[in-house]
């Protein structure tokens, strides 16, 4: 397995790009802070950005907690995407790049993004950036359709790449199948799993043409506060892209403090006191100081 490695030119690429990039709208928690990003539909499907505080109820282990912190502005977009390039994605590769492309295109400049792929090998472009032209140049000429699906393996590397990262981070993950993973070193669903729920990581995970996604994602999204998306053949990814960047953009922060840092894994419930309202947020989280 190949792994990108950084240059010293590529670091000081790096940190001039987010230096260069807006900040403005970030929510960082404090060491005794928990975070939760909560999207919100109504019974149609449709999302809700007109909420309150109010409407928001927090249970941490079963016990209500206060917001402390509150927030229905736009939010900015963190996002490593990987995508799939197992020889399966031969036939789709046009079709894939076309529709990253256009998530590219509707990047905001206050939004940063990092493409990936995997297949053959793992390979992450060290920018982490809101420059468009960096992110098409990746996607003309970083993209090499070839071998396995090793899946857990890249949702790892993906978090590695946001892991000095603050406040939200996401991992987009496209593929059009199950694991397949010729690494001397497979990871397993429950350990990626668990570094993200204990990490903050949110995944969204998009399966192509019908194939399926492993149970084991769905669940992994679901926990995380993300979600997934199961396309038929033929079906528009950039709609698919297109609905998952306005997801992101209007989720809710939520603020509170944990009774005690006990170290353990809590769970965390969001209610809603409107009728009809559906959330998504992440599950769990540990109770320990960064």
Request: include cysteine.
């Amino acid at each position: 397995m190949r792994v990108a490695l950084l240059t010293v030119a590529a670091i000081v690429t790096a940190i001039g790009l987010f230096a260069q990039a807006p900040q403005e709208g970030r929510f960082r928690a404090s060491i005794d802070t928990v975070s939760i990003y909560a999207t919100v539909n109504d019974a149609d499907g449709r999302l809700v950005p007109d909420l309150v505080r109010d409407d928001f109820t927090v249970l941490d282990n079963g016990v209500p907690r206060e917001i402390t912190f509150f927030s229905s502005d736009v939010q900015p977009i963190t996002v490593v995407i990987m995508l799939d390039m197992s020889g399966s994605m031969l036939s789709r590769f046009i079709r894939l790049r076309s529709s990253t492309q256009s998530f590219v295109d509707a990047l905001l400049p206050q939004d940063r993004a990092q493409i990936g792929t995997f297949g053959e090998e793992i390979a992450i472009n060290p920018h982490l950036t809101n420059d468009k032209q960096v992110l098409r140049r990746v996607l003309r000429d970083e993209l090499w359709p070839m071998g396995g699906t090793p899946i857990w393996n890249a949702l790892d590397a993906a978090m590695t790449s946001l892991a000095s990262e603050s406040g939200r981070r996401v991992v987009l993950a496209i593929t059009d199948g199950v694991n397949v993973c010729y690494f001397r070193r497979c990871l397993k669903p429950g350990d990626v799993e668990r570094r993200a729920v204990r990490e903050g990581f949110m995944l969204y995970a998009v399966g192509m043409d019908g194939t399926g996604l492993d149970r084991e994602i769905i669940e992994m999204a679901a926990d995380t506060g993300g979600g997934h998306f199961e396309l038929p053949v033929g079906a528009d990814l950039s709609a698919t892209f297109t609905r998952v960047a306005d997801e992101l953009r209007r989720q809710y922060v939520l603020g509170f403090s944990p009774a005690e840092l006990d170290g353990k894994l809590h769970r965390v419930e969001i209610r809603m006191a409107k009728p009809g309202m559906k959330v998504k947020a992440r599950r769990s989280y540990l109770a320990a100081r960064s």
